[in-house]
């Protein structure tokens, strides 16, 4: 069994009622429950953590191979495209991880398009909303399959 670190970042707290047009109508605590629920049929334990602060995802992270994290999906939120402080958390801890986007970035204004995270992720999810999220899930409990 390994443990599965789900990260997300500012904002994501507002789901199921910031702007549904774009990020849908699904709240984070359900998509955090079904993504619990997938990793534990898949014999794993998915953890959740949410900030609206940068300093508590670093803090977050660097507390992940300590707690025996084995993979990390992470949804930056608007930090996606400006911390490079998390960037170099992640690094840090070498810890695999999914990047994962409700919307589809390159869809988007020109300054959401560039991500501090795409290159350094094993893959990347964008664009289908809370599924995605499922996706993430998936791909994860079989890279831990590979890594075994």
Partial sequence: MARVLLLNGPNLNLLGTREPGIYGTETLESIEKRAAELAREAGHELLAFQSNAEAELIGRIQRASAEGIGFLIFNPGAFTHTSIALRDAIVGVRLPFIEVHLSNLQAREPFRRHSYFT????????????????????AAVRQLARSS
């Fill in 119 to 138: 290159d350094i992720a094993v893959g990347s999810i964008a664009g289908l909303g809370a599924f995605g999220y499922e996706l993430a899930v998936r």
